[in-house]
């Protein structure tokens, strides 16, 4: 029995009176303010918005999608919108009020709700000299990045995020609110840290944090002509890095935006960025081979830890783009010729940036008592992306994306870091054979329906 506008109505301020948040549907005025995502590439259009005030609020819409038929969609800020597809049929949970930042500066812990940004948190915790395994965009949401595994610029030394949550507060698909801990819903604790929340609704969640109130870190760019030189001198400064050292080789192409620094505005460039957690000076010993080259532009110097969000120059606001990543087991001569074909100085290509992240060290080793996902494979993990300011724009930035990935694709290792991962992929990419079989019985377990869906499932 098809449902008419009426009873569509009548079900959606039946909701709205059971939650104390916001229930905003497609005639209310701030409709395509909370629907949207970070991402203004995808256009969402679910049934319904739930703003949650509290996790009360989570339990009420996944009841009201059981009861209707939907399924709930949880998100912070929609930096992974492009593998949804499609939201009709969807009560979208956009947790972006849930904003509280609790710190024990003792204790070395935070707890934050699940709708911060990592701005959010990286600002509580400078005051005490402490900074999180965070993001590199500081307008990144912490439960996307933490559920999906969470590389950040002390990977290297300290593994991914997920690998420093102790906690999480959330709903399960039958209403449920829990406390969740290695104690705790044991299970649940494992398929949360790296199982892309596929398994409950995050509302808050606790992590470690290192007393850390500065780090050496910055870029170095050259011209984009120089960029087999430079990538070429990169790769070979990686073998046998130590672990105190997390970095990037870029191919950057930087739009001429008003908000671009006019030295930078409208430029092509090859840079390394990241971060070195090392004294000064055996920082700058460390760097000295590739400032050698003569950069012409150094930013790397001693910074306060919680502005490394800026050193990948990101964009601070939504923005329509469109990228994919994957991750390279090496990257030998042929590979980087094939990368220079599709995104160099002579490549003809609308990409804004291809990212090569140096993985290895702690990122590279099974966490004790980690999640399902506790280290990454491989040397390089790739991010390719392009603005897209034109939907007619939209083929052949896709394709440039596709370019890079195809171009590389003899090294790709066999698995792939969810959170760069921006298409619909098997979940067999995404988690080893028997992490996965896991992952679906706990899923099983604590959402026997399928009522939560994520950007990456795990059908």
């Known amino acids: 029995m098809s449902l008419t506008e009426t009873d569509v109505s009548d079900a959606f301020r039946d909701l709205a009176g059971r939650v104390a948040g916001s229930v905003v549907t497609p005639s209310d005025p701030e409709w395509d303010t909370v629907r949207r995502a970070w991402n203004l590439a995808f256009d969402q259009h679910p049934d319904v918005v739930v703003v949650p005030a509290g996790p009360a609020d989570v339990a009420a819409a996944l009841a009201f999608a059981g009861e209707t038929g939907r399924t709930v969609v949880p998100q912070g800020t929609g930096h992974l919108a492009a593998p949804l597809g499609d939201l009709a049929g969807s009560v979208l949970v956009n947790t972006s009020a849930l904003r509280g930042v609790e710190v024990d500066a003792d204790a070395r812990v935070v707890r934050a709700g699940a709708g911060c940004v990592w701005a959010d948190v990286t600002s509580a915790l400078a005051p005490h000299g402490l900074a999180a395994l965070a993001g590199s965009s500081p307008d990144v949401g912490i439960s996307g990045y933490l559920l999906g595994g969470g590389y950040s610029w002390l990977a290297r030394e300290h593994g991914l995020g997920c690998t420093s949550v102790i906690a999480l507060d959330v709903v399960t698909a039958d209403g449920a609110q829990r406390h969740v801990t290695a104690e705790d819903d044991a299970e649940l604790f494992w398929a949360l840290r790296g199982g892309g929340g596929n398994t409950a609704i995050v509302t808050a969640i606790t992590m470690r944090v290192l007393p850390l109130a500065t780090i050496y870190a910055g870029m170095l760019l050259f011209p984009l002509e120089r960029a087999g030189e430079v990538v070429r001198a990169y790769e070979h400064w990686t073998r046998g890095l130590t672990e105190a050292a997390t970095t990037c080789v870029r191919l950057l192409r930087v739009p001429p935006l008003p908000d671009v620094p006019e030295p930078l505005r409208g430029r092509a460039f090859v840079g390394v960025n990241g971060a070195i957690d090392l004294p000064e000076a055996e920082a700058a010993e460390l760097l000295a081979g590739l400032r050698a080259l003569g950069p012409e532009l150094d930013t790397f110097a001693t910074m306060p830890a919680s502005a490394l969000g ?30 220079l074909a599709a995104a160099g100085p002579d490549a003809q290509t609308p990409l804004l940036a291809v990212d090569l ?10 966490a004790p008592g980690g999640g399902a996902v506790d280290h990454l494979p491989g040397r390089f993990l790739v991010y390719a992306v392009g603005i897209v300011p034109d939907p007619a724009l939209a083929p052949a930035v896709s394709a440039a994306v596709d370019a890079v990935r195809e171009a590389l694709a003899p090294w790709a290792a066999e698995r792939d870091y969810a959170n760069f991962r921006e298409t619909s992929v098997p979940a067999a990419r995404l988690w080893p054979a028997d992490a996965l079989d896991r992952l679906r019985a706990v899923k099983a377990a604590y959402d026997p329906q399928g009522v939560i869906r994520t950007a990456h499932p795990l059908s």
């Open 357 to 366: 992240r140096n993985l290895g060290g702690a990122a590279g080793r099974p």
């Open 310 to 339: 800026v050193i990948n120059m990101d964009p601070p606001t939504p923005v329509p783009a469109i990228g994919d990543g994957t991750i390279l087991d090496d990257l030998p001569e042929d590979a980087i010729e094939r990368l």
